[in-house]
């Protein structure tokens, strides 16, 4: 996770090294809300231009919902967006005439969300929430979506699956994507170090940054294909996709440890699309 673009964050939080343990929900939440509030500037000064202010994009491979149409007819369907950042899906979702709700933990993130919706007049409703509980009544939402948001930064994913199941009404679907479970293996680098597997598939102990006193200050939760598949089966998700995007032709941009080297051998993504 470290990198030169999270130095201003790894400052105002003392980060001095990285840890495998285990982390429970209250430290990963702490840990999480500082970490996106310290870096919210920076991700957005180094990923605002690809991300855009308005525009669904899935991944750093770069489809865009627009593109790619997982989400099916969303003109009049309420969507809730889990883990929304600066909210520019949810924005997207409103201009094709989808009721869209925003949520993240991060009031940083929600910060940039705010002034992005002063700046495209796309007022999206926002709520700072974590999404083990989603703070909405049953059956709220047609349908909910997540690009890279909450689900790698929460202990039990089974929380927040069972959540986005009882607010999405019956027949709703749930899409998300997140990195490929396979990226475990190999070092968070997008270079030649990054092709060479060092870490058990099967461990699934938690990625922490920790400061000098041992204190989380950034964790990010691993599963496998097997345990993410099982737990929406027990939230009551049929999975009826699994998208691996493949590195786009032409495509230079690097992001963290998503580049064209390592994109062309394995993937970087896996998008769940599931359906209540």
Do not use: K
Request: glycine fraction near 10%.
């Amino acid at each position: 996770m470290s990198s030169d673009s999270h130095v201003s964050a790894e400052r105002a939080l003392g980060t001095a090294g990285i840890a495998r343990r285990p982390v429970g929900s209250t430290e990963s939440q702490a840990a999480n809300i500082a970490w996106w509030d310290a870096d919210a500037d920076d991700y957005h000064a180094e990923h605002g231009e690809f991300i855009g202010p308005a525009e669904f994009r899935w991944c750093p491979e770069g489809p865009t919902e627009a593109e790619v149409g997982f989400l099916g007819e969303i003109a009049g369907r309420s969507v809730l967006e889990v883990g929304c950042g600066s909210a520019p899906c949810a924005r997207w979702l409103t201009a094709q005439g989808a009721y869209a709700v925003g949520l993240d933990l991060s009031a940083g993130m929600l910060a940039h969300a705010r002034r992005m919706n002063a700046a495209t007049g796309i007022a999206v409703p926002l709520v700072q929430a974590n999404g083990e509980r989603l703070p909405f009544a049953d059956g709220s939402f047609d349908l909910a979506c997540s690009a890279f948001g909450a689900v790698p930064f929460v202990p039990d994913v089974g929380a927040v699956f069972a959540e986005v199941a009882r607010v999405v009404r019956p027949g709703g679907t749930w899409t998300f994507a997140v990195t490929h479970p396979m990226r475990w293996i190999f070092p968070d680098d997008p270079g030649p170090d990054g092709l060479t597997a060092r870490t058990s598939y099967f461990d699934r102990t938690p990625y922490v940054e920790v400061d000098a006193e041992g204190r989380a200050t950034y964790v990010e939760h691993h599963r496998t294909l097997g345990d993410y598949i099982s737990a929406l089966d027990d939230a009551g998700f049929h999975l009826f996709d699994l998208v691996e995007p493949e590195w786009p032709e032409g495509h230079t941009r690097e992001w963290g440890q998503w580049s064209p080297l390592r994109g062309r051998l394995f993937p970087g993504t896996a998008i769940f699309r599931c359906v209540r």
